[in-house]
């Protein structure tokens, strides 16, 4: 079963939501918020499966909630699906910086939205990789006015092996497990743990983060297939 927590400042979306997320199998409604600040405590007492966050609402907005709850160990189990309108990519690179498992608009078909929880809760990243490529480019890489010094130093990228470098720009190109595991003739089951000791190496809570990293340290260029 995968608990969700609905988070979003607006009473319709919230509504529209729990409809239908609470008539799917396997799926139920833990609760709800309609700020930031509420998600963080409701995140802690329930311990949802997935938080699915709007950026946009008042005391906290999406971002600042999505750091506190990917911050906490406590919480370390808990993703956060970010809902969004896809107007300001910047705060989308912010959020996945934050630790988000990726993103989906609100205008979404109602099923894009039930396999996004669920993609979520599998512990994959939900990011299109033409989406992210376009997300790196105007706002992460070098030169541009989001750019960051968030990639990890030196010493922690030469800390991944051969084997896990290979699989850490498998990921930031957007392979699934199985993706990488039929790509580098090993096991899907062998592909999930080396990916988890990328994340460990690199001290990334998702996928995503992984992506950024690439990115920002120069391992990874838009374009690159």
């Known amino acids: 079963m995968t608990s969700v927590l609905i988070v979003d400042d607006q009473a319709l979306i919230r509504t529209a939501l729990r409809e239908l997320l609470g008539h799917e ?56 699906l970010i809902l969004t309108t896809f107007e300001e990519d910047e705060h989308l690179v912010a959020a996945l910086r934050a630790g988000a498992s990726g993103f989906i608009g609100k205008g979404a078909e109602p ?7 669920r993609s979520v809760h599998a512990g994959d990243a939900l990011l299109s990789p033409a989406a992210t490529r376009s997300l790196i480019t105007r706002y992460v890489l070098p030169g541009t006015d989001a750019a960051h010094t968030a990639s990890p130093p030196p010493t922690e990228l030469e800390q991944l092996t051969e084997r896990e470098r290979e699989v850490f720009l498998l990921v930031a190109r957007g392979r699934s497990n199985q993706e990488i595991a039929t790509e580098l003739f090993i096991s899907p089951a062998t592909a999930k743990t080396h990916v988890n000791r990328v994340m460990s190496k ?16 120069g391992l990874q260029q838009p374009g690159s297939a």
């Open 25 to 80: 199998p396997g799926i139920t409604v833990a609760g709800e918020a309609v700020h930031g600040r509420e998600a963080v405590a409701l995140a802690s007492s329930l311990r949802p499966d997935v938080v699915l966050m709007d950026i946009r609402m008042p005391e906290m907005d999406g971002i600042e909630a999505t750091a506190a709850i990917c911050a906490d160990p406590a919480l370390a189990e808990v993703r956060v």
């Open 111 to 117: 099923e894009e939205i039930v396999r996004a929880v």
């Open 202 to 217: 690199l001290h990334a809570h998702d996928r995503a983060q992984l992506v950024i990293i690439a990115y920002e340290s």
